[in-house]
């Protein structure tokens, strides 16, 4: 039942968690000017098409994100960004949020622990999925989409969140509307 990942510390996250967040946060970047296609996520943010192409379909069946076929299809999100918490995203990459089996939300999970009923540790192990899910639940896509000062690639706040990913790397400036 219990998992160790050496040196990465108590609680961990996989790439999955890590690359469908960027993901996600480059739907955000683009919420409202229509589908981004996989090919221009993945290099845009380095990333492997071929996980990518994963990682969509966990993010589909939670909801969190819309897929469009075609010549100009792609994904967008689902929601506004404001609206969908990180903790969402997440459990859809994840699975539950819980740093020991007990503590699990997911009531097989729960049944899978022998100590169950008499372990006195169990609270902790509550607390501390509880703490994290709070700071999961405090964050938004949109929080995250906000460009960070003096980053090459989103160093044009304003323009950012309209601009298709190919104006993204011209060099030209684009009239704002």
Do not use: N
């Not at 996989?14 to 996520?41: D, K, N, Q």
């Not at 990682?55 to 897929?67: F, I, W, Y």
């Not at 509550?126 to 405090?138: F, H, N, P, T």
């Amino acid at each position: 039942m219990r998992t160790t990942v050496p040196t990465s510390g108590a609680l961990h996250f996989s790439t999955r968690g890590e690359y469908g967040v960027r993901l996600m946060v480059e739907l955000a970047r683009h919420y409202g000017s229509g589908p981004v296609s996989l090919s221009e996520m993945a290099e845009h943010e380095s990333l492997p098409r071929p996980y990518l192409e994963q990682l969509v379909v966990s993010l589909r069946e939670a909801g969190l994100v819309t897929s469009t076929r075609g010549a100009h299809g792609g994904y967008e999100l689902a929601r506004p960004p404001a609206s969908v918490r990180m903790s969402e995203v997440i459990t859809a990459l994840e699975g539950p949020i819980a740093p020991m089996v007990c503590a699990s939300d997911d009531p097989h999970h729960a049944e899978a622990c022998q100590r169950a009923g008499f372990c006195t540790v169990e609270q902790l192990w509550q607390r501390v999925r509880d703490a994290v899910v709070s700071a999961l639940d405090s964050m938004t896509l949109l929080d995250l989409a906000q460009p960070k000062v003096g980053h090459p690639v989103h160093s044009e706040p304003a323009l950012v969140a309209v601009r298709p990913l190919s104006q993204q790397r011209s060099k030209e400036p684009v009239a704002q509307p």
